[in-house]
């Protein structure tokens, strides 16, 4: 990962845990963290865009693994930010495995 991959993600996770702490009304991530699924929420979403993840990759769809890739990392990163977790949590444990 080169350093302006991971600037974005960290962006990313920043805005966040910004939605979280704000809970704007036309935040599709707000709307997560106050579903009334709760947490079935997303990962729900993780688990329906994995599945296009395959089917995508089973089709050689650069665009479309790139789209669904994309929808992954965003889900996860709002789950982890759910759990309390911090975007440290997920570096230490890719770092311990080099
Ligand atoms: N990265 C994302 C992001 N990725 C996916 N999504 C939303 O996740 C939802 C996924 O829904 P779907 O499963 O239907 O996926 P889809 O892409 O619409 O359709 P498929 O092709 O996957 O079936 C859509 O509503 C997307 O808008 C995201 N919503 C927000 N972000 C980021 O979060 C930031 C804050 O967004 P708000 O919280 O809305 O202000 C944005 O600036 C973005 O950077």
Do not use: C, Q
């Not at 707000?30 to 688990?47: D, I, P, Q, R, Y």
């Not at 089973?58 to 669904?68: L, N, S, V, Y």
């Not at 759910?82 to 975007?87: A, F, Q, V």
């Amino acid at each position: 990962m080169n350093d302006d991959t991971e600037a974005v993600i960290d962006d990313l996770f920043a805005v966040i845990e910004d939605r979280k702490a704000t809970l704007p009304d036309d935040s599709y991530t707000a709307s997560l963290f106050t579903h009334e699924k709760g947490e079935n929420a997303v990962l729900e979403k993780l688990g329906e865009e994995t599945t296009e993840l395959v089917l995508a990759a089973k089709d050689d769809d650069h665009e479309e693994i790139a789209h669904e890739s994309a929808d992954i990392v965003y889900h996860l990163l709002v789950l982890l930010s759910m759990k309390g977790m911090d975007i440290e949590d997920l570096r230490a444990e890719l770092a311990e495995r080099r």
